[in-house]
T-cell receptor
Framework: NAGVTQTPKFRVLKTGQSMTLLCAQDMNHEYMYWYRQDPGMGLRLIHYSVGEGTTAKGEVPDGYNVSRLKKQNFLLGLESAAPSQTSVYFC??????????????FGSGTRLTVV | AQSVSQHNHHVILSEAASLELGCNYSYGGTVNLFWYVQYPGQHLQLLLKYFSGDPLVKGIKGFEAEFIKSKFSFNLRKPSVQWSDTAEYFCAVIPNFGNEKLTFGTGTRLTIIP
């Protein structure tokens, strides 16, 4: 009973280091999303993808890059981490509009600290 | 673009008290509405959702929400809270048509005192 799996669950980075967060879903969902969650700000959309090979910017895309080479995977990259990127990152997936099924499935989150 | 407002940032209640958390959205067309809950250290879980039909929606764990279109509101209610309801609650909205991007409110932290 997998759903959406995020790796790693925790990570501490030094300023300037790079890393990639992996999101994998086994529900054949077309749409995938990366959100960051910060206290008092709710969840804000970083980037999203409407299908394999596509990506689009969300509300707070600066400092992040994404790739969707395979339908089931959505990668979030930080090329040069900054303390402002300390956050909890959530991946989500959905079938997308026009399918009659609305709603997201969320991963368990990645807690990232940049020192 | 749509937006969601949750005016209660932190609510503290005693066990058995009644709960109502406010949610207002801004969007010119028809929408789907959701309430998610996040227990400490966990990911978001769907409490309930509204698509169409009966504006009073019942969810898991005794929660319900009422969609009032004229007020652009989707408030969450529970008649008698338990200590285990301590969590953060997020209201979210998706337009009925167009790209499906879920927009969240800033969340309400609920603390239940035993």
């Amino acid at each position: 009973n997998a759903g959406v799996t995020q790796t790693p669950k925790f990570r501490v980075l030094k300023t300037g280091q790079s890393m990639t967060l992996l999101c994998a879903q086994d529900m054949n969902h077309e749409y995938m999303y990366w959100y960051r969650q910060d206290p008092g700000m709710g969840l804000r959309l970083i980037h999203y993808s409407v299908g394999e090979g596509t990506t689009a910017k969300g509300e707070v895309p600066d400092g992040y890059n994404v790739s969707r080479l395979k339908k089931q995977n959505f990668l979030l990259g930080l090329e040069s981490a900054a303390p402002s990127q300390t956050s909890v990152y959530f991946c989500a997936s959905s079938y997308g509009p026009g399918t009659g099924v609305v709603g997201y499935t969320f991963g368990s989150g990645t807690r990232l600290t940049v020192v | 673009a749509q937006s969601v407002s949750q005016h209660n940032h932190h609510v503290i209640l005693s066990e058995a008290a009644s709960l109502e958390l406010g949610c207002n959205y801004s969007y010119g067309g028809t929408v789907n509405l959701f309430w998610y809950v996040q227990y400490p250290g966990q990911h978001l879980q769907l409490l309930l959702k509204y698509f169409s039909g009966d504006p009073l929606v019942k969810g898991i764990k005794g929660f319900e929400a009422e969609f009032i279109k004229s007020k652009f509101s989707f408030n969450l209610r529970k008649p008698s809270v338990q200590w285990s309801d301590t969590a953060e609650y997020f209201c979210a909205v998706i337009p009925n048509f167009g790209n499906e991007k879920l927009t969240f409110g800033t969340g309400t932290r609920l603390t239940i005192i035993p």
